[in-house]
């Protein structure tokens, strides 16, 4: 008998201790279907995307990691350090491509960013860069020795670099 006044003496103190947000949260995660991993699911782009549609989706997906397009002509000024400029976010892909090749291309966090660089050039001719963002709001693109990242790797790499924030694009 006095066992079991002890247990529920001790059930009691755990209700009274446990914070009261706690429990909807636990109930949610118990209720909710398996989900798939935020690495496997994907952004479907085609040339009637807006960029910055891109762009939101994008930085959804991986909070710390933003992406920018460009003229293909920005390539080289980007590789001897001139400044570059984006294309206008408000544009659609098909409005700015210069390769017509109907295409699409699906984006997760499994693409490495040097593949997806590559698949924009292909399919879109246009120049893509991957970036992350200082606490300082310095942009930093990626690097040859970076394209070899996942995305999931990229942004946590980000994420955990005490120097970056989550990317914003103003």
């Known amino acids: 008998m ?13 209700k009274k ?10 109930a949610a995660k118990k209720s ?12 479907s782009v085609n040339g009637n995307k807006k960029i910055a549609t891109l762009q939101k989706e994008f930085t959804k997906k991986f909070p710390y990691v933003g992406i920018y397009v460009f003229d293909p002509s920005m ?7 001139a400044a570059i400029s984006p294309f206008n976010p408000d ?3 098909a409005s700015v491509r210069r390769v017509n090749s ?8 499994h693409k490495k960013i040097g593949t997806l660089e590559n698949e924009f050039d292909s399919v879109f001719g246009l120049y893509v860069q991957v970036c992350c963002q200082t606490i300082r709001n310095q942009r930093h693109y990626t690097m040859p ?11 946590k790499w980000c994420e955990e670099n ?7 694009y103003k």
């Open 32 to 43: 909710d279907a398996p989900k798939k991993s935020s690495a496997a699911t994907g952004i």
């Open 162 to 168: 005490p120097e970056m924030v989550e990317f914003s």
């Open 17 to 26: 201790t446990a914070p009261k947000s706690a429990a909807p949260k636990e």
């Open 102 to 109: 109907g295409g699409s291309i699906s984006i997760n966090g």
């Open 75 to 81: 390539k080289e000024k980007a590789r001897i350090g």
């Open 91 to 93: 544009l659609t892909l």
């Open 2 to 14: 006095a066992t079991a006044k002890k247990n529920t003496a001790k059930r009691a103190e755990t």
């Open 145 to 155: 020795e970076q394209d070899a990242y996942t995305l999931t790797a990229y942004n």
